[in-house]
């Protein structure tokens, strides 16, 4: 939804009147300090401007007291309420914790990826970025520091609550990815974010990004170098790489939000001004631990892209919010590292190695989604050495009915293909032994009619 003339900051008695409004309406969590362009039914009503207000949720008006109704009209213009959700540090989101890429514990540090201060469950590596001649991760305040954190303390990764669902052990030196550098607390006028100094090898050209290959979404490092910072404008198309939602695609939609965000416990809620909102494309652009992540302008060479602003809150409507890099950067004193080229592809040996005791972490991905009714494997990490147990299912996509004495190839990449019969219900089952430590997507063929 591209958004016309929206850039002119409120005059300071249509911000005194917004603020004045919010403080009396219980359903109000913001408001915009540009003008917007009306929309109506998902569409903008061109020539028309108006004030832009947030609401945790709408309710009809008959089922609210007129005291609580948002004026229709501010110091001579309309309003426009938009229903974005109760907003609050990405942490306190639902976390989901299946094990992929991003939560596992990685031998070479990249931006994208599972990390936090053992105090705290987990958050995402934003990038890598320059200080005084010297590289550090970014992230968030609340995933790199939190209410008991301190400088010099170490920083796990994965992030401590990881290490439990992923790799059922308690959090240790043996995860040890970093230590706590600077931060800003949150508060007015400051922003959410920590340098991380690595203490183990790391490469900061490289991002957990799914490419196409053959019509196939495959994860695996990527090259991409950030040029930023550079200030994002409404219609901006952005993406970012996170702990739990991985690659995700967003519009943005505000770049001047005054927004209450819910910290939760000792700290409550915090009003933030000038925020960036990112509505997400198909998805919720922000999910539980994806805090600290790194939203990127969608433009020009995918191997280099701006770095636009730092993530730390989300909605319950899938809204994202971000300080604006170029911020951060000024309050942290950090800058991106130059260079005009795009960083070469990595080695293909080594990407990833989840912990010291060689395990195999499997991600489980079928290339005939409508034929194979389920493809799966006992669990997703297995010790080197131990036999990849795995099944499926193979059906006719318009009825259901079973695919029966048919070949059904199973590609684990560099590993190798085997192949599987079905059975007379469509299943089939078996082992994959002698996988080497590392990371695969193991993708189910049918080659049939």
């Known amino acids: ?77 309309g309003t426009d309420c938009v229903v974005i959700g109760e907003v609050s540090i990405a942490s306190l989101l639902p976390m989901l914790s299946p094990p992929t890429l991003y939560t596992g514990r990685w031998e070479t540090l990249i931006s994208g990826i599972s990390i936090g201060h053992p105090t705290i469950t987990a958050g995402s590596l934003g990038a890598f970025v320059v200080k005084e001649g010297q590289d550090f991760m970014l992230s968030n305040w609340h995933v790199g520091v939190g209410e008991q954190g301190k400088l010099g303390d170490v920083i796990l990764q994965p992030g401590a609550y990881d290490i439990q669902q992923v790799y059922g052990e308690a959090p240790s030196d043996k995860y040890a990815a970093g ?21 183990r090898a790391y490469n900061p050209n490289l991002f957990v990004s799914p490419l196409q290959r053959a019509g196939v979404n495959v994860v695996e490092p990527h090259p991409v170098r950030l040029s930023g910072p550079k200030d994002p404008s409404v219609g901006m198309r952005v993406l970012k790489e996170g702990r739990t939602s991985g690659l995700t695609r967003g519009l943005v939609v505000d770049i001047d939000a005054t927004l209450d965000v819910n910290y939760g416990g000792t700290i409550g809620k915090l009003t933030f001004q000038h925020l960036t909102v990112v509505q997400g494309i198909n998805a919720p652009y922000l999910q539980g631990g994806d805090s600290g992540s790194v939203s990127r302008e969608e ?58 005791s060689l395990e195999v972490a499997i991600l489980v991905e079928a290339l005939v989604p409508t034929r194979l009714s389920f493809f799966r494997t006992d669990r997703a ?16 996509a318009a009825t259901g009915a079973p695919v029966v004495g048919v070949a059904v190839q199973v590609n684990a990449g560099s590993a190798g293909v085997f192949s599987l019969t079905t059975d007379q219900t469509g299943a089939f089952r078996g082992n994959i032994n002698g996988l080497p430590a590392g990371s695969y997507n193991l993708r189910a063929q049918f080659l049939g009619t």
Not at 11 to 30: D, F, W, Y
Not at 31 to 45: A, D, I, L, N
Not at 381 to 396: M, R
Request: net charge negative.
């Open 179 to 199: 230590l706590l550098e600077s931060f800003r607390v949150p508060a007015a006028g400051q922003v959410d974010a920590a340098l991380v100094k690595p203490t």
């Open 299 to 356: 433009a020009g060479e995918p191997e280099r892209q701006a770095a636009v602003g730092l993530n730390f809150a989300g909605s319950s409507e899938g809204y994202g919010m971000a300080f604006k890099m170029s911020q951060v950067a000024a309050e942290l004193g950090f800058t991106f590292a130059p260079g005009a080229e795009p960083p070469a592809p990595p080695a293909p040996t080594k990407r990833y190695a989840p912990s010291d």
């Open 381 to 396: 990490i297995y010790s080197e050495g131990d036999p990849v147990a795995l099944e499926g299912q193979l059906v006719e």
């Open 1 to 77: 939804m591209k958004q016309e003339e929206h850039t002119m900051e409120l005059t300071s008695a249509h911000v005194q009147a917004l603020e004045l409004v919010k403080a009396t309406k219980p359903n109000i969590v913001g408001f915009s300090t540009s003008y917007h362009t009306r929309v109506k039914g998902g569409k903008e009503v061109p020539g028309s401007r108006c004030l832009r207000v947030y609401l945790s949720r709408k309710l009809p008006k008959e089922q609210l007291p007129a005291d609580d109704l948002v004026p229709a009209s501010i110091e001579d213009f």
